[in-house]
């Protein structure tokens, strides 16, 4: 019997170690063949283009093909429930923006756990909205917006890009640490909104930066603040939200990379250090700067603690706001 005992713990250590060696052995000879990047949001979009300066770098990294292909929908959700049902080969990977973190909250039956049914891979830039009103308005600063909003409750209107958006989402952060009321006016894109601000339809916007940046330019808006927690290099004269008056003020939307739960620590490991070596070349950050965005750099495990952290903030974010789940 002890015997019997011996062969079976020799069997059950002899597979762990042989499938430790196959792990250690897919992640040092990845990739062997082209690898599928599903981008969650459509073409032409921010997380599209940035979603595809890293396919092509990581292409270059790599020496294989890194087929992206936009599968938007459903916030996102679309896409990502695509690449929970793949293979965990790395094969099939998730380029998704900060939805990704806002899900949860906003959907009521998502197809998949977001935390349970993806492993976090690599976060790859991050960039703020900006805080704009028309030129021809009276406000010039942050504290003369929360100025002007306590003044009038619930007077000011405020625009986004639609409910459950980062630009929504920003808003309603601003609003429960400033303590204003405004009313909210979704829009379905920044182009609307920009048109309704130069009309005087509208007060506010908390445009994502790089649709912005042509509008601030030709002096068709005002900017008074970025949402980051520091100055944009792209805005380097434009203060913070925090340094206008609202100390600890940070929303930042920000891209990453997933992929299939179940994929080898190695492999994972492997993929987030390639990212890291994309992020660091000159050219990519030249592209992601005139993006208005800014490298993230983070290990698997940094980044899967600052995911779990965005979904409690925007879970909290959005339960304040009373936005429904959809």
Not at 67 to 77: H, I, L, T, Y
Not at 84 to 113: C, M, R
Not at 208 to 230: C, D, E, H, M, N
Request: proline letters at 7%; hydrophobic letters at 45%.
């Amino acid at each position: 019997m002890k015997t019997i005992r011996v062969f079976a713990a020799l069997v059950i250590a002899t597979g762990a170690f042989v499938s430790a060696f196959q792990a250690v052995a897919q992640g040092q000879g990845y990739p062997n063949k082209p690898v599928h990047m599903i981008i969650a949001f459509p073409a032409g979009t921010a997380t599209d283009i940035v979603g595809r300066v890293t396919s092509q770098k990581l292409a270059e990294i790599w020496g294989r093909s890194v087929v992206a292909e936009n599968r938007p929908g459903a916030g996102s959700s679309i896409g990502a429930a695509a690449v929970v049902k793949a293979p965990p080969d790395g094969y099939t990977l998730l380029f998704n923006s900060s939805a990704h973190t806002v899900n949860p909250s906003l959907y009521a039956s998502l197809p998949f756990d977001t935390v349970k049914d993806l492993v976090d891979i690599a976060p790859i830039a991050g960039a703020p909205n900006v805080l704009v009103v028309s030129p021809a308005s009276s406000i010039k600063s942050v504290a003369d917006f929360i100025a002007e909003a306590k003044a009038k409750p619930g007077q000011i209107n405020f625009g986004s890009a639609g409910v459950g958006t980062g630009t929504h989402l920003n808003l309603e952060k601003f609003k429960l640490m400033t303590g204003i009321d405004v009313t909210h006016i979704p829009y379905k894109g920044t182009p609307e909104v920009v048109t309704d601000i130069v009309g005087g339809r509208v007060t506010g916007y908390f445009a994502p930066i790089s649709a912005a940046i042509p509008f601030i330019q030709s002096g068709r808006l005002r900017a008074l603040a970025v949402s980051s927690a520091k100055r944009s290099s792209q805005l380097p004269n434009v203060p913070t939200i925090a340094e206008g008056g609202v100390p600890g003020f940070d929303f930042t939307l920000w891209f990453g990379l997933w992929g299939p739960a179940g994929m080898p620590p190695e492999l994972v490991d492997k993929i987030s250090k390639d990212v890291n070596r994309v992020l660091a070349s000159a050219d990519v950050r030249e592209q992601l700067a005139k993006l208005g965005c800014d490298p993230m750099l983070m290990t698997p495990a940094e980044f899967s603690k600052y995911v779990r952290k965005e979904i409690e903030d925007n879970a909290r974010i959005i339960k304040a706001a009373g936005i429904k789940a959809q």
